[in-house]
Nanobody, 125 residues
């Protein structure tokens, strides 16, 4: 398993946008399912968005209509476009890869990669 490398976080005002990116040191050409997670201060890590091999996507309710998960055509990076950010979006964001059920269960019911260092997103009022 190879650690992902997340980037693109930063500090923004409420209503602003950020675009997170994720790559894997060994490349991504043979990986099919990806997800983004976040951990807010004092809270458990939660899944934010998932991208399945067939293009199916799903999002946690609080980000639906504001966040978009995608991968580039070269299959080297996975992105999370975050629009209309609010203070509740603050946290450390992580990406990961694995089986679809593994991603949904964070490894309890399927393949799941190692965690990376994450990227900090801070949204101020």
């Amino acid at each position: 398993q190879v650690q992902p490398v997340e980037s693109g976080g930063g500090a923004v005002q409420a209503g602003g946008s950020l675009r997170l990116s994720c790559t894997f040191r060994s490349g991504m050409l043979d990986r099919d399912n990806f997800a983004w997670y976040r951990q807010a201060p004092g809270k458990h890590r939660e899944m934010v968005a998932v991208l399945r091999y067939d293009g199916f996507t799903n999002y946690t309710d609080s980000v639906k209509g504001r966040f978009t998960i995608s991968r580039d055509s070269a299959k080297t990076s996975v992105h999370l476009q975050m629009d209309r950010l609010n203070a509740e979006d603050t946290g450390v964001y992580y990406c990961n890869e694995g089986s679809y059920l593994g991603l949904l269960s964070m490894g309890a019911f399927g393949d799941f990669g190692d965690w990376g260092q994450g990227t900090q997103v801070t949204v101020s009022l």
